[in-house]
């Protein structure tokens, strides 16, 4: 999970450059954040695969993480896609998808209207923050008391510190815990 936080931690803000005339809204497209993703894949060594699967006997994509210098999977999500018998909006349908699936994997910042309308700010949530900078904190988190030397804690402190997606507060906290995590490992 370290280098699926390493990715989070790295990838900036995505402008919305493509424009849906029926809702009138804005959005990133898929080749957007393959662009922004692929460096930072290969720099930690992960292949993400999306090929189209059956779920139930019905269309579904599956979104897989790997680690290249393992050879495991970190992580695979399956979604059954809408029953469309148009090949142009089930087209239409795969992109949308794969792009959300990436979008959500990654914590890719995105502000487009119906992703504020399902996820802004929830109320019970640590800080009161998003959904998405909840899930990192709560992903750092599991890195942390994952680590196994103080090495492994520096690196971790390092991309705290640079994060843009977490509060002070959330990166105050993450830093207590390193602190208790380097006692114990001594």
Same mark, same amino acid.
Do not use: C, W
């Given at each position: 999970?370290?280098?699926?936080?390493?990715?989070?931690? &790295?990838?900036?803000?995505?402008?919305? /450059?493509?424009?849906?005339?029926?809702?009138? &809204?804005?959005?990133?497209?898929?080749?957007?954040?393959? @662009?922004?993703?692929?460096?930072?894949?290969?720099?930690?060594?992960?292949? %993400?695969?999306?090929?189209? +699967?059956?779920?139930?006997?019905?269309?579904?994509?599956?979104?897989?993480?790997?680690?290249?210098?393992? =050879?495991?999977?970190?992580?695979?999500? %399956? %979604?059954?896609?809408?029953?469309?018998?148009?090949?142009?909006?089930? =087209?239409?349908?795969?992109?949308?998808?794969?792009?959300? *699936?990436?979008?959500?994997?990654?914590?890719?910042?995105?502000?487009?209207? /119906?992703?504020?309308?399902? *996820?802004?700010?929830?109320?019970?949530?640590?800080? @009161?923050? =998003?959904? @998405?900078?909840?899930?990192?904190?709560?992903?750092?988190? $599991?890195?942390?008391? =994952? *680590? $196994? /030397?103080? #090495?492994?804690? +520096?690196?971790?402190?390092?991309?705290? +510190?640079? &994060?843009?997606?977490?509060? /002070?507060?959330?990166?105050?906290?993450?830093?207590?815990?390193?602190?208790?995590?380097?006692? #114990?490992?001594?």
């Amino acid at each position: 999970m370290d280098k699926i936080l390493a990715i989070q931690t &790295s990838i900036g803000k995505l402008t919305k /450059d493509k424009t849906n005339p029926f809702f009138k &809204s804005s959005y990133f497209d898929i080749n957007q954040i393959i @662009e922004q993703l692929l460096p930072l894949l290969e720099k930690y060594n992960i292949v %993400v695969t999306q090929p189209l +699967t059956n779920l139930d006997g019905k269309p579904a994509i599956l979104t897989s993480l790997h680690d290249g210098e393992h =050879g495991s999977t970190i992580i695979s999500s %399956v %979604v059954p896609l809408p029953d469309l018998q148009d090949p142009q909006k089930m =087209g239409s349908a795969i992109t949308y998808y794969r792009r959300y *699936a990436l979008q959500s994997l990654f914590l890719l910042q995105a502000d487009d209207d /119906d992703g504020n309308k399902g *996820a802004g700010k929830k109320k019970g949530l640590r800080y @009161e923050q =998003g959904v @998405e900078e909840q899930t990192m904190f709560d992903t750092a988190m $599991k890195t942390v008391n =994952g *680590a $196994k /030397d103080q #090495e492994k804690l +520096t690196e971790i402190e390092k991309r705290i +510190t640079a &994060s843009t997606k977490l509060d /002070d507060g959330m990166k105050d906290e993450l830093k207590g815990l390193i602190v208790k995590k380097r006692e #114990e490992l001594i």
